[in-house]
């Protein structure tokens, strides 16, 4: 797929190799061959567990560690389950044809040596996979967040070179008059008897003048009143609905009042 991510190949890929290279290698290891003459039954289900214990130290166990608390106790619960299981699983007796004879009782093989080596040893791989694919995925997301951002704000720059590009808005506060770009201008809110002015970067300006008179200071056509309490930049309009609206750079929707639906048309 073209938007498939690169971190989900990825781990396909070695999800690929684990399971039909380096599980196989480790179970080479030991004498797969004489295993299954003597206790094929044996063998096909110790493969399976081994595979199992991969898939959950790959995909459960981390998942459940990193969701929090409650789940945290969950996965420790089930790595001890697993660890107990192959406990049992290693005191069953696997004598072999040379062994039948022999006066003493069976003893603990290689076969059984062998649960505890390819537990841990599959476990351990999956478990390793696991969380650095988490890491993996974390970055990833941190990184698409900065994207979307830097692309709000590229759209947001655009929009306002078209619509409010060099003009600016001139507003009194105390003793001295403030010239802001409009293009800054993220929106505008009453508070108490004055308007107050939300800026980009900036700490909010709070004029002495109400949101009516300003809203008449500004240029007809590219700022609207949603609300008796909130005016704001057209070009920052990312999406409306019927009792509120998104804006380019602001995290919160802003209220639409309904005496002021008609300007949004």
Known sequence: MKNQKPHIRLETWVDLGVCLVILPCLVSIFPVEEWTVWRGGDVVVFLLWVYLCWYLGRHVVPALLQAGKARLWSGIALLFIMTVLTFLMSLRK??????VDMDHPP???????????????????????GFLS???RRLET????DDRKEAVRSDLEVRA????????????TGYEDITLPLAAIQYIEARNNYACIHLDNREDVVPQITLKALMDLLPEGKFV????????????????RATSVKLIGVPDPLPVGRAHKENLK
């Not at 649960?115 to 996979?129: F, M, N, P, Q, S």
């Not at 070179?161 to 009194?172: C, D, M, N, P």
């Open 107 to 129: 003893r603990l093989y290689l076969y059984q040596q062998a649960v505890w080596v390819l537990y841990i040893a599959a476990t351990g791989i999956g478990l390793a996979t």
């Open 225 to 240: 009143r949603i609300h008796r309490s909130f005016i704001v930049p057209v070009h920052r309009i990312e999406s409306k």
């Open 142 to 145: 941190a990184l698409e967040t």
């Open 161 to 172: 070179s078209y619509a409010v590009a060099g003009e600016t808005v001139t507003v009194k």
């Open 94 to 99: 696997v004598p072999f044809p040379q062994d």
């Open 134 to 136: 988490s890491r993996i």
